[in-house]
């Protein structure tokens, strides 16, 4: 069904289907043959407090990843959210062990990522700045 373009890939827990969700979504199979939003991602921006109506960010299919348009961008993100400008979208993460992980937006976990700025997570502009910052990229 990924690999149709009829089901996305939950990659939360497994990868097994990421590289069928990217083939379809290259050659705009099934739900890419337009736009979609990932549920998982609704349903957390709205637990987050988002209305409905602005929790449908989608991801559009093309040749290459194109990144969701987050709620910052539309102005109804959650407060303390969102990037501090529409251009400084890379999200530091600070995982359990405590490495520092920057995450650029067409990162398959970008979405999953809540920014807790008090919990030391920050908004970079560009990787370089991210790397000066010490921060690594993400592994994927």
Request: one cysteine or more; proline letters at 10%; charged letters at 20%.
């Given at each position: 069904?990924?690999?149709?373009?009829?089901?996305?890939?939950?990659?939360?827990?497994?990868?097994?289907?990421?590289?069928?969700?990217?083939?379809?979504?290259?050659?705009?199979?099934?739900?890419?043959?337009?736009?979609?939003?990932?549920?998982?991602?609704?349903?957390?921006?709205?637990?987050?407090?988002?209305?409905?109506?602005?929790?449908?960010?989608?991801?559009?299919?093309?040749?290459?990843?194109?990144?969701?348009?987050?709620?910052?961008?539309?102005?109804?993100?959650?407060?303390?959210?969102?990037?501090?400008?529409?251009?400084?979208?890379?999200?530091?993460?600070?995982?359990?062990?405590?490495?520092?992980?920057?995450?650029?937006?067409?990162?398959?976990?970008?979405?999953?990522?809540?920014?807790?700025?008090?919990?030391?997570?920050?908004?970079?502009?560009?990787?370089?700045?991210a790397r000066a910052a010490g921060w690594r990229p993400a592994a994927h």
């Open positions: 069904m990924v690999a149709q373009g009829y089901a996305l890939a939950f990659t939360r827990y497994s990868q097994a289907y990421a590289s069928d969700e990217a083939q379809a979504r290259a050659a705009g199979r099934g739900v890419w043959a337009g736009s979609v939003v990932p549920p998982w991602d609704y349903r957390r921006c709205v637990r987050e407090g988002g209305a409905p109506a602005t929790c449908s960010h989608t991801v559009e299919a093309s040749s290459s990843p194109v990144a969701p348009v987050p709620p910052a961008e539309r102005g109804t993100a959650p407060a303390g959210s969102g990037p501090p400008s529409p251009e400084c979208r890379i999200k530091g993460n600070v995982n359990q062990a405590g490495e520092r992980i920057y995450h650029l937006p067409s990162s398959p976990d970008y979405y999953r990522i809540v920014m807790r700025l008090d919990r030391g997570k920050r908004w970079f502009c560009d990787e370089a700045e």
